[in-house]
């Protein structure tokens, strides 16, 4: 497994989380990574993304509230979320920037995924 995410787990709104991701293999943090989603009944997006050159950004739906960070040493990258809403909850995921839109559907492409969930 070259992707593996960590601490999802069960908060009210408002909470906060921290993801961490720890890569492996042919992954590199250094070359761009991005921090994914899917809810349940909807289409898997890009919440966080930061580029080899360390630039950061944010979908509108997260932005101000989610801040990604990354190791390059450690291969890793995480995801402090705070402020979280009921709309937050799904699997988050690690992957590549740009992730391999070819395999976008592929569970095996996204490695393991960690369930946040978001209760009002």
């Known amino acids: 497994v070259q992707l593996q995410a960590f601490g999802g787990g069960a908060v009210q709104a408002g909470g906060s989380l921290r993801l961490s991701c720890q890569a492996s293999?042919?992954?590199?943090?250094?070359?761009?990574m991005g921090w994914y989603r899917r809810a349940p009944g909807k289409e898997r997006e890009l919440v966080a993304a930061i580029t080899s050159r360390g630039s950061i950004d944010y979908s509108d739906s997260v932005k101000g509230r989610f801040t990604m960070s990354r190791d390059n040493a450690k291969n890793t990258v995480a995801l402090q979320m705070n402020g979280l809403k009921p709309e937050d909850t799904a699997v988050y995921y690690c992957?590549?920037?740009?992730?391999?839109?070819?395999?976008?559907?592929?569970?095996?492409?996204w490695g393991r995924g960690t369930q946040v969930t978001v209760s009002s």
């Open positions: 992957n590549s920037l740009p992730a391999d839109v070819i395999r976008w559907d592929d569970d095996n492409y």
């Open positions: 293999g042919r992954i590199r943090v250094s070359n761009g």
